[in-house]
C-alpha cells in the first residue's frame, strides 16, 4: 500500500516499485529475454497517446511545467546506445 493516510506524501520510487508488484501480480506475459513495462514508460506512452487527442497532458500528468510534460513525449525510438563490454 502506498500511503496509510490521505495526507501523507508518496516516497521515491514508491509508484515504480508499486507498479512492477501489480504487474507481476496481474501475471502479465513478458517474452523471455524481454525487460517488463516499467511505470514511467507506461506513463509516456499515455502522454503521448492523449496528446494526440487534444489533451492537455501537463494538467493530467500533474506537471508544473510544461518542460517536463515534453519529456515524456519522446518516444526514444533512435536513440539506444550499444555498449560492447
Not at 57 to 72: F, R, V
Amino acid at each position: 500500500m502506498l500511503l496509510e493516510k490521505a495526507d501523507e506524501k508518496v516516497g521515491c520510487g514508491a509508484l515504480s516499485r508499486e507498479f512492477a508488484e501489480a504487474r507481476e501480480l496481474a501475471g502479465l506475459k513478458i517474452e523471455a529475454g524481454k525487460t517488463p513495462p516499467s511505470f514511467h514508460e507506461q506513463r509516456s506512452l499515455a502522454e503521448r497517446l492523449y496528446r494526440k487527442q487534444g489533451i492537455n497532458t501537463q494538467l493530467l500528468l500533474g506537471h508544473a511545467s510544461q518542460e517536463m510534460t515534453d519529456k515524456y513525449n519522446n518516444d526514444r525510438s533512435n536513440q539506444w546506445i550499444i555498449l560492447a563490454v
